[in-house]
């Protein structure tokens, strides 16, 4: 086959030559008979004439040389390309539409029989009594069953009282009775922290500080 392609182009470059080789010929012969004849006068203008066409032809001359030699090399691509190793276009890939997000009408439903499972509130327990002087809420936490109040004292012995449901009887071992108001309270003060309980009204009242049980006992007066 690549022999065949030689064959072709070797013609082609053949024919090119004995052509331009003519053109050469016919051009020295033109040019010896006006040197033999110069007495065949030609006019100013006739010789104007012949120039410029000489000179529009010559400037057509090389794309009419190339002209051949682009038209093989377009019939022999077209012929042999095809056949050659490794020229397989890859065929284009099949149209993908695009993704979009889900929409609401998209989503899948939750499921009827899941349970809601909604925390559970519980309610506030409120101090009974107003704050005596000295003594201001500072915060306010819950902690389920149990409402905790944080109160500034003004001698800087600051209480912590935990309000919750009072249940079975109070474990007061290792704490120390005293009488509160004509009511009986549970305390103790120890180097780390002092302490006093009492039930009233339903409701354990549990007081922490850190100095003095003598700040509890003031405020804990006020709630028996």
Request: proline share 8%.
């Amino acid at each position: 086959m690549m022999r065949d392609d030689d064959e072709i182009l070797k013609k082609i470059a053949d024919g090119y030559a004995e052509r331009y080789g003519w053109e050469l010929r016919a051009e020295h012969e033109w040019l010896s008979r006006q040197e033999q004849a110069p007495e065949a006068a030609v006019s100013e203008i006739g010789v104007t004439r012949r120039v410029t066409r000489k000179i529009a032809a010559e400037k057509r001359k090389p794309l009419m040389r190339v002209l051949p030699l682009i038209a093989a090399c377009i019939v022999i691509a077209v012929i042999f390309l095809p056949n050659l190793p490794g020229s397989d276009v890859a065929a284009p890939s099949p149209h993908v539409p695009p993704l979009h997000a889900p929409t609401a009408s998209t989503l899948p439903l939750p499921s009827a029989s899941a349970p809601s499972s909604a925390p559970e509130a519980y309610a506030v327990i409120p101090l009974s009594a107003p704050l005596p002087r000295g003594f201001t809420q500072t915060g306010f936490d819950q902690d389920r069953e149990k409402s905790i109040y944080y109160i500034g004292d003004v001698n800087l012995d600051d209480v912590v009282v935990t309000l919750e449901p009072a249940g079975a009887p109070t474990d007061t071992s290792g704490l120390v009775e005293i009488i509160l108001g004509g009511s009986v309270v549970y305390g103790k003060q120890t180097d780390a922290y002092c302490l006093l309980t009492f039930s009233s009204d339903d409701v354990l009242y549990t007081l922490t500080s850190r100095h003095d049980i003598n700040t509890l006992l003031r405020l804990g007066y006020a709630f028996v």
